[in-house]
């Protein structure tokens, strides 16, 4: 059972949002996560920060135009995963309609301006001199655009600049010591930049550069009688990959997101979105937030997991519905494939997860296999951290054998990219071959014959470097709420709005008597649950355990439409002890009048 913590909200601001339609308990939320009632309703693309506010957006404007105005050939260099896909198929649509607008012709365009992304197995990340090589002799461009990277590829600019390639970065990574010479940079999270919204995705950033070109050209009259680029037909890619990406929703994001699910809802989408949706098996006009993360992102990610992302990225810029269906069905195939690979690998770390979670010297969970495929190592750190709550690294051999290529996840508290720098200058020089990343993220290469060596020193790191409280986890909820709330009405108000990354959606509390219990497929508990004196039906995925008299339970609400009858599912996401709350605070029940 887990101890919880219930968010704080300010009444004023409560009343504020009540005062304007908003229903206590979705004002509470809100304003439990910092909405006033001066920002409530900036959600429009007029809300937007301003692209003139990102720095190195002008020059790179001016190279872009003048290449397109020249016919100067441009090759979009990617990421291998969603948002990487959706930043490259937004840059390839968006330059490929202005050019049109400049005059081209559509088969022009289709010749000029092509994309490149590495295979991660045989390039790894990013502009590398060896990219830059491959971009030469398949398409010889006057001009590499980066998207969702480059602002670390030191090397691969200069090889570019060599053989006399310019070179634009859009990214949205932390940058390093020191700077590419790329002819342009533009990243919200480099030195000297004041756009406010630090938390963009990779895809955002490219949409933000075409809005600031189609404005320049359009300012200095260059599109002449033709139509300006329709710019807006790509804010459905541009909300899929922020999703997918996992960045944090700020206000810009939210808009960001907003307006790609509103054209998604009335059907207004690319070929490959809406045949994304359907191998998914979802309804894009009840499109949310949830199902570009966990129906629409995994599809994608797969191409790049386990092949490459060249399908992704085919899938999301054909205007051909029948292509893209094709398309659509191989991501989803692959996808199968991924799922099959995860599985099969969670159950060969069972074991070795149980004799982790009976062992208290432990601080980080690492494990390597033979057999395990490096495409996955990724979710499956992921996954095993959730379930130890430490930080996890999973590895997989390289082909000789002599090294392990690994990926880890940490949690709140602990900055993995650190630890593994102290584990590092603890171990034999050599050991660890490179590595990188950040707090919650890092991948690494070592030295198979280092592997319990590194096992033993990342554990020690996490101790020497993070508070022994951070391991223990919190979960936060918004409160119990009145049952007369527990209504589809108030699940419909719930999704209106935008939750993910930094803004969760809602996660209440409360105990329910368990009034009757079932087994579905082996694998979930349904239950039928009692308070005050209404019942409701509740699912808890993944868990078969024999429920007790009563619940304290953490849960999320869903609406469940069958045959036409519209009821509220009671989501349990997890069992609470029956402790208070740690953080003390007025009783925070809502209720009408409230």
């Not at 649509?93 to 197995?121: C, H, Q, W, Y």
Request: hydrophobic share 40%; charged share 25%; with cysteine.
């Amino acid at each position: 059972m887990y101890k919880y913590q219930v968010r704080d909200s300010d009444e004023a601001q409560v009343r504020s949002l009540v005062s304007l339609g908003v229903s206590p308990i979705v004002s509470k939320v809100l304003a439990a996560r910092g909405i006033t009632k001066e920002n409530a309703f900036k959600n429009k693309k007029s809300d937007l920060l301003p692209s003139a506010g990102m720095k190195g957006i002008h020059e790179a404007s001016e190279i872009i135009a003048w290449s397109l105005m020249n016919r100067k050939k441009i090759t979009i260099v990617g990421d291998y995963d969603c948002d990487g896909a959706t930043a490259t198929a937004i840059g390839l649509r968006g330059l490929k309609m202005t050019a049109v607008s400049l005059g081209m012709t559509p088969s022009e365009a289709d010749e000029n301006i092509n994309f490149l992304v590495p295979n991660r197995f045989d390039y790894g990340y990013g502009l590398s001199p060896a990219i830059v090589d491959l971009v030469k002799s398949e398409q010889d461009p006057d001009l590499i655009i980066t998207v969702d990277n480059g602002i670390s590829s030191i090397e691969g600019v200069n090889r570019a600049r060599d053989l006399g390639i310019k070179v634009v970065v859009t990214d949205h990574h932390l940058q390093g010591d020191s700077l590419p010479d790329a002819d342009a940079i533009v990243n919200p999270n480099q030195d000297g930049c004041e756009f406010k919204s630090k938390n963009i995705a990779g895809c955002g950033v490219m949409f933000y550069v075409l809005n600031y070109l189609s404005g320049a050209l359009r300012h200095n009259e260059l599109f002449g009688d033709r139509p300006p680029p329709r710019l807006d037909t790509l804010y459905d890619l541009v909300a899929l990959g922020t999703v997918a990406d996992v960045v944090r929703l700020d206000d810009n994001n939210r808009i960001l997101v907003n307006e790609g699910l509103k054209r998604i809802r009335d059907g207004l989408m690319s070929p490959g979105v809406r045949a994304l949706f359907n191998v998914a098996g979802k309804d894009p006009s009840k499109a949310l937030p949830a199902d570009f993360g966990f129906g629409i992102g995994p599809r994608l990610n797969a191409a790049g997991r386990l092949s490459d992302m060249t399908i992704g990225i085919k899938c999301l810029t054909t205007d051909n519905p029948i292509e893209a269906e094709r398309l659509a069905n191989q991501l989803n195939e692959m996808n199968i494939t991924r799922r099959s690979i995860e599985e099969s690998m969670k159950k060969e770390a069972e074991a070795s997860i149980e004799d982790f979670q009976f062992n208290p010297t432990k601080a980080g969970f690492v494990i390597s296999r033979d057999g395990w495929h490096h495409g996955v190592v990724g979710i499956i750190a992921s996954r095993i951290k959730d379930r130890v709550y430490r930080p996890t690294i999973v590895f997989a051999p390289e082909e000789d054998a002599q090294f392990l290529r690994g990926s880890g996840r940490s949690i709140p508290g602990v900055h993995l990219r650190d630890v593994i720098d102290l584990a590092t200058k603890r171990l034999k020089p050599g050991d660890v071959v490179k590595f990188g990343g950040h707090a919650m993220a890092a991948g690494l290469t070592i030295r198979a014959e280092a592997f319990d060596r590194f096992d033993d020193e990342f554990s020690k790191a996490i101790l020497d470097l993070s508070d022994p409280s951070v391991m223990e986890e919190i979960v936060t909820t918004d409160g119990e709420i009145d049952v007369d709330y527990l209504s589809t009405d108030v699940v419909d108000e719930i999704n209106q709005h935008i939750w993910g990354q930094g803004f969760p959606p809602p996660l209440f509390n409360g105990v329910f008597k368990v009034k009757d219990q079932q087994i579905l497929k082996e694998r979930h508990s349904k239950f039928l649950l009692e308070k005050d004196g209404k019942t409701f039906e509740a699912l808890w995925w993944n868990n078969i355990q024999t429920a007790p008299p009563s619940l304290n339970i953490a849960y999320r609400l869903e609406k469940n439409s069958f045959k036409g009858r519209n009821t509220i599912n009671i989501m349990v996401e997890k069992i609470l002890t029956t402790d208070k709350p740690r953080i003390e605070q007025k009783p925070n029940i809502i209720g009408f009048g409230h």
